[in-house]
């Protein structure tokens, strides 16, 4: 069993940069990938981007590719989302989310999530 907890939400101006964090506890976390998911109002859960389980390799969606990186550290049980050049499109509960395969989009390949973290970014 693993726990996830993302913090670091808020609101933020169009532009501006955020960082959030995916803290895990339970089970050994650097041998589960992690991933990251947004959900807008009214709209599904989508996919944002994947880590592999030492952190060597990444996976974006191309709605955030050069503006979002995710990092680990296993040290510290803990996975990051950095937010840069946010838009108001931006704007949604993010989840991070820890699985066994890579790289993996589909949010059912997931064994554990997280509460989630809401972001708004405000125009």
């Known amino acids: 069993q693993v726990q996830l907890v993302e913090t670091g939400g808020g609101l933020v101006q169009s532009g501006g940069s955020l960082r959030l964090s995916c803290a895990a506890s339970?089970?050994?976390?650097?041998?589960?990938?992690v991933g990251w998911f947004r959900q807008a109002p009214g709209k599904e859960r989508d996919f944002v981007g994947t880590i592999t389980m030492s952190g060597d390799d990444t996976y974006y969606a191309d709605s955030v590719k050069g503006r979002f990186t995710i990092s680990r550290d296993n040290a510290k049980n803990t996975a990051y989302l950095q937010m840069n050049s946010l838009t108001p499109e931006d704007t949604a509960v993010y989840y991070c989310a820890a699985g066994i395969s890579y790289p993996v989009w589909l949010e059912s390949l997931y064994h554990y999530w997280g509460q989630g973290t809401q972001v708004t970014v405000s125009s």
């Open positions: 339970g089970r050994t976390f650097s041998t589960y990938t």
